[in-house]
């Protein structure tokens, strides 16, 4: 099998041999922040948030430039271990979810073009069979679990001593989810809090647009918007109804990714019998990643609501969606042309699927196709002048060291 040259470890920097690669350049993580090639990881970092945050697969970013320079191999690796810790220094689960959700993608889309002996030590990496298309029952079950469609889940697939036959245009996704669960699965990380405070400001001014993300996809909370099974949830808490531990977790985490603050989360929660104000409080800060627990919760996807007996009245819209949170977009989105269109009569329900986006990671929205290279000139124009300025400073700082 060829061993991985140095562009392969730029390309799949969450390799054990990129990270021991980085590890006989960097000797110190904290000297390394200080540093002006770490300045320029964090913001290289940030650079890679900001593309996580504003990622859409219908109309993806043209994939990172690997550098030609083997000098900046390194530092262009660094950006991927600075980017996972300014994202578990922010604490906020759905911003790491999204940061894995394009990650995923970006290594992905190098993959499909990859030599086969690279796509093996891929696979291998991330614990699946080498060559063939099973994989066992184990491994699958996570991997189905964030895969919507009713033919992903394991009662509807074949299963052979213990592997899980998936055809082969099947298994594609089956790398891309594996790899996001990985990916997944390490984060959030235990950074010191020295660390945490070196990166200070670059997590601050992620978090603020990540709260200006969450604005502009959902903007100002629209009740008649929420799903039937979020509306009927709603309804039973104002008529005091006994309510289950999964519907007050569906209403509550779909309310907070929606934007709707802790205050307003609890007081709705004032009419149910027995209702403990510090208990409520405790709980949706727990939700919210508030509690100091640094996992922020995204709603269940429709699969999971189903299985608890609390998808009910689904209408046509439910039809298109497998997350409640998708149905909250389109049915805004909707609102929005609808008062918009009705000058031109236009119909404009095929532009919102493709619109939309679908929710973080935890709720499982994901859609199939990638088409890496699609054109977002402004953006990449940007990325490449931020890169350039990158790879200057990276120059003039050798040569100060020299
Ligand atoms: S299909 Fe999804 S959005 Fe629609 S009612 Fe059921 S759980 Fe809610």
Redesign the pocket.
Known sequence: MAPLDKKDLAKYPFLRESQAYIGTVISSLEEFLKSPKGRIAVHEAMQTLENALSFNEKNPPSLPEIPADAYEIPYFIAVYPVSRILVSCAQDRALIDRLVRYQSWLFYSYLQKEDPGVEIIIRREIGLPEGGNSIPVIDYVPIASRLGEDHWRLINRVVVRGQVQVNPLEYDRVIRERLRYVMAQQLPLKVPSRICDLVKPAVERIQAAWQKRILEEFGSVEESAF???IQAILQAIAGNGHLTHMARFAVTAFLHNIGMDTTHIVELYGNTPHFDLRKTMYQVEHISGRGGTGNDYTSPL?AT??THGI????DST?GR?NH?LS?YKIKKKEKKQNGKDTKTGRDTSADLRQDDPGPSQSGGHSPDSVAPGADDRNKDEKRSKISGMARQEFRKDENKSE
Do not use: A, L, W
């Open positions: 799903p039937p099974c429709c609501m189903k998808c009910v009245h689904p439910c969606i409640p149905y």
